[in-house]
């Protein structure tokens, strides 16, 4: 079955940077969208970065400049670098998958557990 499983979060600093990754598994990887959403306590899940199987990539306006999502076939792996990070970035992250290309709507059939960020102001 299809398995998402995300790591590299943790604490920083404002301004600071983590690199969150996800291991996909149980699917063709290639062929399905990815994408990665965060939620906040007390917020909806918001998108935050999408890639489609054209590599054609979608930002979140707040993320933009920032964010950068990015993908490693071979090893089945979807990343999130972000950079210059903000107390507003704190969330739960999870990476998502699907055949069809949701972006950064919510509609993706497939989540990870979620990873915590937190930024320290």
């Known amino acids: 079955q ?20 996800c291991k996909a ?3 063709p990887y290639s062929s399905y969208c990815m994408g990665w959403f965060r939620q906040a306590p007390g917020k909806e899940r918001e998108g935050v970065a999408a890639l489609d199987t054209n590599d054609y ?3 979140a306006r707040s993320v933009q400049g920032r964010f950068t999502i ?7 792996t979807l990343y999130l670098q972000m950079t210059n990070l ?10 998502a998958a699907d ?12 989540w990870g557990q979620g990873v ?6």
């Not at 903000?86 to 990476?95: E, G, L, Q, R, V």
Request: charged share 10%; net charge negative; with cysteine.
């Open 25 to 27: 598994s149980g699917y």
């Open 86 to 95: 903000k107390p507003a970035d704190t969330a739960m992250y999870y990476c």
């Open 2 to 21: 299809v398995q998402l499983v995300e790591s590299g979060g943790g604490s920083v600093q404002a301004g600071g940077s983590l690199r969150l990754s």
């Open 70 to 76: 990015s993908q490693d076939n071979a090893s089945n």
């Open 99 to 110: 055949p069809d290309g949701w972006s950064l709507m919510p509609y993706y059939g497939h």
């Open 116 to 121: 915590q960020v937190t930024v320290a102001s």
């Open 57 to 59: 990539t979608n930002y």
